[in-house]
């Protein structure tokens, strides 16, 4: 059985057969108040105080964040998820109060900010970040070919949130450090982030090897750790915010009569568990420039909802029904069209099988213009990961719509898959 988030936050077909999505996000903790792990990997962490409890969480780059300052920090047990990634990403966002002092003992100081570390000492961390009290970022990856420590070429900045993140590609051979999106040091590297420990994640603190407990003076946001490489473009999309738990549906639609152009629709969409339990909805109003030809059709973005918290077992059917109206303000009031908008219409119609309008729906962690639950139809309407193949438009209308009529939602059809 598994929650139907981490079912559905990362939507391609290894989800049901393990745990790591293979999407490559395998830890992510938005900090909003706990340390659950958003990832659908499953790896919550714990909430360790130090000394007595304080208020740790208060307000965040993104909802609530982690205040570390008063010696608090986020331990996550170590799980294989977490350990030999290879290429690895870390990221997070972090608003540091001041830098580290050197301590007293002889060592560099650091404000740890993610930590996985090794039983021996810094060559053998797995990974992570953290600001020197030289007052640069430092991020490190070790593995079997030894590691490396990529310093910033910047000073950090102090109380201000800036979003970090440390990538390893391995296929690459290239490590890089980017502060708020900017790549700003990067470093030729064989190294390759193999190393297994049996050590946890650490999340604003770490245990020197020579100094004892060291706390980040600040506060942590948003921090997510990947199994691959993220690139500029990837970071720069995701970073401003949350990761959503379930992608939007994306829906190519035209008129099943050209009459009707100029007609405003509301698309409506529905995720259900067998057929009863509604998860999630979204409705998307007053969409315009609908009109009649498959070369015209026209995308529509429908969110989702807030995904109902539920379970999903094998065998489970898991459906995607999409409705439709004439075009409704909020208000409950009928949309006017700039063409004249029709208090009845034909029917619309939704493409859902062509190359170039593939409905679709489900995460886009982060954004793949190929990713999701791809429509389709046989002689059952369903969907899966893989996008369609057939070069002729296949699509499907509506029943005549009518606002007259008390402008019920009309269904276009239902979309079901089986869950394995
Ligand atoms: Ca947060
Ligand atoms: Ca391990």
């Not at 473009?233 to 100029?262: F, T, Y």
């Not at 999903?312 to 439709?324: A, V």
């Not at 969907?383 to 269904?411: C, I, L, Q, R």
Request: aromatic residues 10%; charged residues 15%; contains cysteine.
């Amino acid at each position: 059985m598994r929650t139907l988030a981490a079912a559905l936050v990362f939507l391609v077909p290894q989800v049901w057969a393990q745990n790591t999505p293979s999407n490559g996000l395998v830890g992510y903790w938005k900090l909003n108040g706990d340390a659950a792990d958003s990832s659908g990997a499953q790896n919550p962490g714990n909430l360790i105080y130090r000394y007595a409890p304080y208020p740790a969480f208060q307000a965040g780059r993104l909802g609530l964040a982690f205040n570390s300052g008063g010696g608090a920090y986020v331990q996550v047990p170590d799980a294989p998820s977490l350990s030999a990634l290879t290429s690895v990403t870390v990221e997070a966002w972090v608003y540091l109060n001041n830098y580290p002092a050197t301590p007293p003992w002889g060592v560099s100081g650091g404000a740890p900010i993610v930590h996985k570390w090794g039983p021996a000492g810094a060559s053998d961390d797995e990974f992570r970040l953290i600001v020197w009290h030289t007052k640069k970022l430092c991020g490190t990856v070790s593995g079997s070919r030894g590691y490396f420590n990529l310093e910033s070429t910047i000073d950090f900045p102090l109380r201000t949130w800036t979003h970090v993140a440390l990538t390893l590609d391995t296929a690459r051979g290239v490590a890089t450090l980017f502060i708020d999106g900017q790549a700003n040091a990067s470093l030729a590297t064989n190294v390759i982030g193999d190393r297994d420990t049996y050590m946890p994640v650490e999340i604003g603190y770490v245990w020197h090897d020579s100094g004892g407990p060291i706390s980040f003076d600040g506060v942590i946001d948003e921090v997510r750790i990947w199994n691959q490489a993220l690139s500029q473009a990837d970071i720069q999309v995701n970073m401003n915010r949350e990761l959503p738990p379930l992608g939007p549906a994306k829906l190519w639609i035209g008129l099943k009569n050209s009459d009707d152009q100029g007609t405003q629709f509301d698309l409506r969409v529905e995720l259900y568990k067998n057929l009863t339990t509604l998860l999630s909805a979204g409705e998307a109003l007053c969409v315009t420039g609908v009109t009649r030809n498959p070369s015209l059709a026209k995308q529509v973005e429908v969110a989702f909802g807030q995904v109902a918290e539920d379970s999903l077992n094998s065998g489970d059917q898991l459906s995607l029904r999409i409705l439709t109206r004439v075009g409704t303000n909020v208000d409950g009031t009928k949309c006017s069209g700039p063409g004249g908008s029709h208090n009845s219409a034909v029917g619309l119609r939704l493409y859902y099988d062509a190359m170039s309008r593939p409905s679709r729906f489900g995460a886009e962690t982060p954004p793949d213009p190929l990713s999701g639950f791809f429509l389709h139809s046989s002689s059952t309407d369903f969907f899966d990961t893989a996008a369609p193949t057939a070069s002729t438009p296949k699509y499907k209308d509506s029943s005549a719509v009518s606002f007259v009529d008390g402008n019920p939602w009309k269904a276009i059809g239902t979309w079901s898959m089986t869950v394995p």
